[in-house]
Nanobody, 124 residues
């Protein structure tokens, strides 16, 4: 069983930065592809960024150049560094994991394990 716990959310002004963390309890953490998703009020959950077992990454267009996903396999932790935040980045952010490696997806259907979420609010 994989458990995931997010932290690092909060309220910031437009242009600010936040770093989200996701602690992952998995015996073979390095063999999971990982992702960050977000869900704004009244909207569907969307993929933000993903990182494969080998460290390759993929980003959604709205966050390219502003967000950076990374993983620390020694600490079983996933990160999302968010810079130049905008009000439209306001959402609940979730980390997710899947035990398949070798290809990346930003679609929620391809991830089997989820955290409870951490709220990010960006004010103008």
């Amino acid at each position: 069983q994989v458990q995931m716990v997010e932290s690092g959310g909060g309220s910031v002004q437009s242009g600010g930065s936040l770093r989200l963390s996701c602690a992952v309890s998995a015996y073979t953490y390095s063999r999971y592809r990982l992702g960050w998703f977000r869900q704004a009020s009244g909207k569907e959950r969307e993929g933000v960024a993903a990182i494969d077992c080998d460290g390759s990454t993929k980003y959604a267009d709205p966050v390219k150049g502003r967000f950076t996903i990374s993983r620390d396999n020694a600490k079983n932790t996933l990160y999302l560094q968010m810079n130049s935040l905008k009000p439209e980045d306001t959402a609940m952010y979730y980390c997710a994991a899947d035990s398949r490696c070798g290809w990346l997806s930003l679609h929620r259907n391809y991830y089997n394990y989820w955290g409870q979420g951490t709220q990010v609010t960006v004010s103008s």
